[in-house]
């Protein structure tokens, strides 16, 4: 500790963004000096749209040392293998987005361009058969790949449907333990330092005045702190992502629970389908302009394959992001930040980015630019990569059965997109930027899923023995089928690995 050292952070909002925050930093920040308050209201409640998430969050809890069972068990959570899109492309069309490896790379050789030559000579099955996960996703089968795992149980790469509500409950417990101290309350004001317009504090509807050094905001859409207080500016990204309401809902529903999250795109939308062990979570993203929001509800309503539990719940948004996401004393997360829709499942994980980053290059009471300025660099880097990702999804549509769909095709796309779509149809190149949070296989996945087919393959495939190399894929796809056909339903696992022990029912372990 040094007199700069910052000893008082206080978090504005609880929430999934806010708990993550508190429970990371109290993790990071257990030096003996740095007090954490996180100020929260039963007032306001959470948005808790985001129940499908993205490999990543396993590392975060890795990080906080949380044992996966546990966290399983607390957020009735199931494991997630991909999306499946439905109508996306054309109508009646479906495709998967899988996480984890497509095949194998031969001699430095990307395996899609393999496929592309395969794909070009003779009929081909899919490229989803090439994916361990999708294999498995595609027949309702789930294993966790133990250490040491070989080829192609290791490819599998998964993530979790999760309550978001019960997993914000669940690091609060966590970060309570780590000393975080919460405070129930609604903020009524907010007080800047005349000399530099820092935030000094925040007042309390009972007349309390919280003061602190680092403010994080994470008070959801509104920005209570990063623009209500400080004007940062906002990037309207709607020319390119017009989705401005959903629709949430949960249903009942029997069965074995699949291990993958569904996006089914309707006539001015799409509709998600996230199964948690004791409930599916619905809902329906779709475009003001072309449907009235009465119409979008019974659009959800009517494609339940439950029973109705509780009332939809009806919400705005705007597609874009801050300016800054650090402004000041002020590190905003979560739709303080911004909004990228959820059709690739990243609200969490661009919340688990910021917290990264903030613990990387956590400042002092001078709050230099390096800093700051690296982190709002960084974090427009981590928006656009995922706008741009999403972005592909409504471009790359050819429904003309749809005035809302017609229109998406046609739009103009950023730059950054249009060059990655035509590197890709010119000779099936995808060239990652930094540390893009979508691999090549993602790109190559929905482009391909979206009938984006490359003019032609890589000139260097055609330097390797073309029998060889028709083997070596028939070898890869029966060793992804086999496994597949080996492992457990993906509903078997989670109640025999994940479910609360009972002497009645003993654990089974699954070992190949």
């Known amino acids: ?13 609880g929430g999934t963004a806010g708990w993550m925050a508190a429970a990371a930093l109290s993790r990071f920040l257990d030096n003996g000096y740095t007090n954490v308050t996180l100020i929260e209201s039963d007032e306001i409640g959470t948005i808790g749209v985001g129940e499908a998430t993205i490999p990543p969050l396993i590392a975060f809890n890795g990080l906080l040392g949380i044992n996966e069972d546990e966290f399983i068990r607390a957020t009735n959570a199931t494991f997630k293998l991909g999306i499946e899109f439905v109508n996306w492309g054309r109508k009646g069309q479906r495709y998967i987005h899988p996480f984890g490896d497509l095949g194998r790379d031969l001699q430095g050789i990307p395996f899609h361009q393999l496929y592309l030559r395969e794909r070009e000579h003779h009929p081909v099955a899919d490229i989803s058969s090439w994916s361990m996960s999708a294999v498995a996703l595609a027949s309702g089968k789930f294993l966790r790949p133990p250490p040491g795992a070989q080829f192609p149980l290791n490819q599998i790469r998964y993530a979790f449907h999760l309550d978001a509500t019960l997993y914000a409950r669940f690091l609060r417990a966590f970060a309570e333990a780590g000393n975080v101290r919460r405070v ?8 800047l330092r005349g000399e530099d317009g820092f935030v000094e504090s925040v007042q309390l509807a009972d007349g309390q005045t919280i003061a602190g050094e680092l403010f994080v905001d994470c008070s959801g859409f509104r920005g209570l702190l990063i623009e209500q207080a400080l004007e940062t500016g906002y990037e309207d990204w709607t020319k390119w992502l017009p989705c401005d309401r959903a629709i949430a809902a949960a249903c009942s529903y029997t ?10 795109a309707h006539d001015s939308g799409w509709q998600w389908r996230i199964p948690l062990q004791n409930r599916m979570g619905n809902g329906h993203v779709y475009c003001s302009g072309f449907i009235s929001d009465d119409e979008a509800e019974r659009v959800l309503v009517s494609n339940l394959e439950g029973e109705l539990q509780g009332d939809p719940r009806r919400l705005s948004f705007k597609t874009g992001r801050r ?3 650090w402004n000041r ?10 909004f990228v829709e959820p059709l690739e499942s990243t609200s969490i994980h661009l919340v688990q980015a910021g917290i990264a980053r903030l613990i990387a290059m956590f400042p002092d009471r001078r709050f230099g630019p390096l800093e700051r300025d690296e982190y709002n660099r960084q974090m427009q880097s981590q928006f656009e990569w995922v706008r741009d990702f999403v972005i592909l999804h409504y471009k790359a549509m050819q429904r003309d059965d749809s005035e809302f769909w017609k229109q998406c095709a046609a739009m103009d796309i950023p730059s950054s997109l249009e060059e990655k779509i035509a590197q890709f149809r010119n000779k099936g190149r995808v060239f990652a930027e930094g540390v893009e949070l979508f691999p090549r296989q993602s790109w190559v996945a929905v482009m391909l899923g979206q009938n984006i087919v ?23 796809r029966r060793a992804i089928e086999e496994t597949a056909n080996r492992m457990p339903l993906h509903g078997e696992f989670v109640r025999q690995c994940c479910a609360p022990p009972s002497p009645a029912a003993p654990r089974t372990e699954f070992a190949f």
């Open 1 to 13: 500790m040094n007199e700069h050292s910052i000893r008082e952070v206080v978090i504005v909002g």
């Open 184 to 191: 129930e309350g609604k903020i009524v004001d907010v007080k």
């Open 255 to 264: 069965g074995n629970p699949d291990p993958f999250t569904r996006a089914t």
């Open 323 to 325: 300016k800054l996401a």
């Open 329 to 338: 004393n002020v590190v905003s997360l979560g739709l303080s930040t911004g």
């Open 454 to 476: 490359p003019d032609e393959y890589e000139q260097v495939v055609d330097g390797l023995d073309e029998n060889k190399v028709s083997q070596a894929l028939e070898h890869i």
